[in-house]
């Protein structure tokens, strides 16, 4: 009863920040992202009745913490499946976590998936959707392949994602710049519980509709510079929401307002490209395939940057037989 996953972590273009239950993961509003081809966590699960107890390895991480979140999501599967089988989980992410780049997602959608085949479940992918969510929201969106929308759903069967295009669909490209590996200074999960205190969070949460829709439509006709003036527009909005919340949450480094400032000034020398972040210090820069090259050549100038990710458009999670044990 053994099963290994790969799931890509996502990028939200249009992000979620608060949540209408935090039991069930039920964001305030919907959102739509794009899974990054190099981006992956690998998770290796098996149940095993001679366990006593779950065995978890979570390689490049200490954080009792992060067992404790993997065990309460095996919890979860364990009573889908009605069985109480013990469980030996290894996971590890190809990039650094707790920076911004969304290792909880590809981290909960590949446990989602590796862990459901390891103890006989079959689900549909709005199934491990749902599932995943429950682990951490934004694993829903690295279920589904290429660019995915999470439905804004009231209860937990409504609130999962879908794919609105596969990843061959638009030869766009993610830069991700690594400006630090340090662990940020509060999870997603904890910041979370405090957007409802900012002054502007009902505002956002009436017009991110509209918002959606139009991203949506510049989506569906490629429509790049309308596509990026409106992502980066969101992305400062997100964390306008963080900065003026109480307290306040402040995740960007000096090296993360200097790049912002780097995107801006090359856009105005004709570079098309358009910056976008998570909740983190890490920055991702979106542009078209035939940009990547001169986006690469300039992060490589800004000495402060300590790794560049190229990642594409990707499939959702998939099942693997190169198990890590």
Not at 76 to 96: E, H, M
């Amino acid at each position: 009863m053994k099963a290994t996953a790969i799931a890509p972590s996502n990028i939200a273009f249009i992000k979620y920040w608060g949540r209408k239950d935090e039991k069930l993961r039920l964001p305030a509003n919907g959102s739509l992202s794009m899974n990054l081809s190099n981006l992956t966590t690998t998770t290796t699960v098996e149940f095993n009745k001679k366990l006593r107890k779950d065995v978890i390895i979570v390689k490049d991480s200490n954080n009792e913490k992060d067992s404790l979140r993997i065990i309460n999501h095996l919890n979860r599967i364990r009573d889908l499946a009605g069985l109480s089988l013990s469980a030996k989980v290894v996971t590890q992410n190809n990039f650094p976590s707790s920076t911004g780049l969304s290792s909880s997602a590809s981290g909960f959608a590949a446990l989602t998936l590796a862990a459901t085949q390891a103890i006989g479940l079959s689900l549909s992918e709005k199934e491990l959707s749902i599932l995943s969510r429950q682990g951490s929201g934004s694993a829903c969106r690295s279920v589904p392949g290429g660019f995915t929308e999470w439905i804004d759903g009231n209860t937990s069967q409504t609130s999962y994602a879908v794919s609105l295009y596969p990843p061959e669909y638009w030869d766009i490209v993610d830069v991700v710049a690594i400006v630090s590996n340090e662990k940020k200074m509060l999870p997603t999960s904890e910041g979370q519980k405090s957007a409802q205190s900012s002054p502007f969070y009902s505002k956002r949460i009436l017009l991110i509709d509209e918002k959606i829709k139009q991203c949506k439509e510049y989506l569906s006709k490629k429509d790049f510079v309308s596509f990026g003036e409106l992502i980066e527009k969101e992305a400062l909005e997100m964390h306008a929401i963080m900065l003026t919340s109480n307290p306040p949450l402040i995740y960007w480094l000096p090296v993360t307002v200097l790049l912002i400032k780097k995107v801006l000034e090359w856009r105005r020398e004709g570079l098309s490209c358009y910056f976008t972040i998570n909740t983190g210090q890490d920055i991702h820069i979106i542009c078209q395939k035939k940009e990547v090259k001169l986006v690469v050549e300039r992060l490589h100038t800004i000495k402060e940057i300590k790794k560049i990710i190229i990642n594409h458009p990707a499939k959702g999670a998939y099942l693997t037989n190169n198990h890590l044990f």
